[in-house]
């Protein structure tokens, strides 16, 4: 059996700008991304905080790749929002806004799944 990797961190909705177009809202934050790789070398476990908006297409894109979400707490009010613009190669990103929201009073807790 694989070991399980738990993820503790941020769950974000990005708005990023690049020179190819730009997105709004989208996936991001660190505990998504490092579990979405993770997540093809083992279970993970992924601990974090949304607000209410978070939308449910995003919840059933992480259970989709084997991605337990039982750590992850919803709480009144917005999600996370990070907005960038990233230059032209992409070695630099420019932070327009950044809006911790209910990421701002974030207690991670871990139960017994996440420590065995």
């Not at 949304?50 to 917005?78: A, W």
Request: include cysteine; glycine fraction near 8%; proline fraction near 3%.
């Amino acid at each position: 059996m694989k070991n399980t990797i738990v993820v503790v961190g941020s769950v974000a909705l990005d708005s990023v700008q690049t020179i190819h177009g730009r997105t709004a809202r989208d996936l991001g934050g660190s505990a998504v991304h490092f579990s979405l790789s993770a997540s093809h070398f083992a279970p993970v476990r992924m601990v974090g905080v949304v607000g209410e908006d978070f939308p449910v297409r995003f919840r059933r894109l992480l259970k989709r790749r084997n991605i337990c979400l039982e750590g992850l707490q919803v709480m009144p009010g917005k999600t996370f929002h990070w907005k960038g613009k990233y230059d032209r190669d992409f070695k630099n990103a420019l932070t327009i806004a950044t809006h911790l929201n209910v990421f701002e009073h974030f207690k991670p807790s871990l139960n017994d799944a996440h420590t065995e």
